[in-house]
């Protein structure tokens, strides 16, 4: 079992006093959360205006600052296409970070998701694949490299139980007929 610290998500700036929001208040909590048992990180890089960001000036100081204050531990960042907001600047984003990340979550949603993760692998960067539907899952196993991503992640986002389990077996199905069998994080 894996526990990742997930330490700030894509929240607004408002959404609680104590949200990290800058690299020196991410590596404080991530620090905390690896005392506590995680073994991995998950964040949101920032800009100095706090708003979401893959420009390499924010993700350099983010990641650089979490291998600063939890050495040894697994540090993952997203690359949602809304912080951005365009394709283009995502890909040129993640050509000039110089602090790479362990991996990256992807969301097989999104448009830009194959040449996201291509550009991961060629920088080194381990993929999550981040699945939140059973097309999602149809479209991973299609991909040239879909099958060699370090793990992929499940988002479920249905609000009942029935129908979240219906979504997460559905997707855990499709991989397995594809022969794809990385560790799944729910």
Same mark, same amino acid.
Request: net charge negative.
């Given at each position: 079992?894996? *526990?990742?610290?997930?330490?700030?998500?894509?929240?607004? /700036?408002?959404?609680?006093a104590?949200?990290?929001?800058?690299?020196?208040?991410?590596?404080?909590? &991530?620090?905390? #959360?690896?005392?506590?048992?995680?073994?991995? +990180?998950?964040?949101?890089?920032?800009? /100095?205006?706090?708003? $979401?960001?893959?420009?390499?000036?924010?993700?350099?100081?983010?990641?650089? /600052?979490?291998?600063?204050?939890?050495?040894?531990?697994?540090?993952?960042?997203?690359?949602?296409?809304?912080?951005?907001?365009?394709?283009?600047?995502? +890909?040129?984003?993640?050509?000039?970070?110089? $602090?790479?990340?362990?991996?990256?979550?992807?969301?097989?949603?999104?448009?830009?998701?194959?040449? *996201?993760?291509? #550009?991961?692998?060629?920088? &080194?960067? &381990?993929?999550?694949?981040?699945?939140?539907?059973?097309?999602d899952?149809?479209?991973? *196993?299609?991909?040239?490299? &879909?099958?060699?991503?370090?793990? *992929?992640?499940?988002?479920? #986002? $249905?609000?009942?139980?029935?129908?979240?389990?219906?979504?997460?077996?559905?997707?855990?199905?499709? +991989?397995?007929?594809?022969?794809?069998?990385?560790?799944?994080?729910?």
């Open positions: 079992m894996i *526990v990742q610290a997930c330490i700030n998500g894509a929240r607004p /700036a408002d959404f609680h104590a949200l990290p929001l800058d690299p020196d208040a991410m590596a404080r909590d &991530g620090a905390v #959360s690896v005392a506590a048992g995680a073994a991995e +990180l998950h964040v949101h890089a920032r800009g /100095a205006d706090r708003q $979401e960001s893959l420009a390499p000036e924010a993700m350099d100081r983010t990641v650089a /600052a979490l291998r600063r204050a939890c050495p040894g531990t697994l540090i993952g960042v997203s690359t949602g296409a809304w912080i951005e907001e365009d394709d283009l600047r995502t +890909l040129v984003a993640i050509a000039g970070w110089r $602090e790479l990340p362990d991996y990256a979550s992807v969301n097989l949603s999104e448009t830009a998701a194959p040449v *996201v993760m291509e #550009s991961l692998r060629q920088r &080194g960067i &381990g993929i999550e694949a981040g699945l939140a539907s059973i097309a899952a149809e479209r991973l *196993v299609t991909l040239d490299h &879909g099958g060699r991503v370090l793990r *992929v992640l499940i988002e479920i #986002s $249905e609000q009942t139980l029935d129908e979240a389990f219906q979504v997460a077996d559905g997707i855990e199905t499709v +991989l397995a007929r594809a022969g794809i069998r990385r560790s799944i994080l729910l």
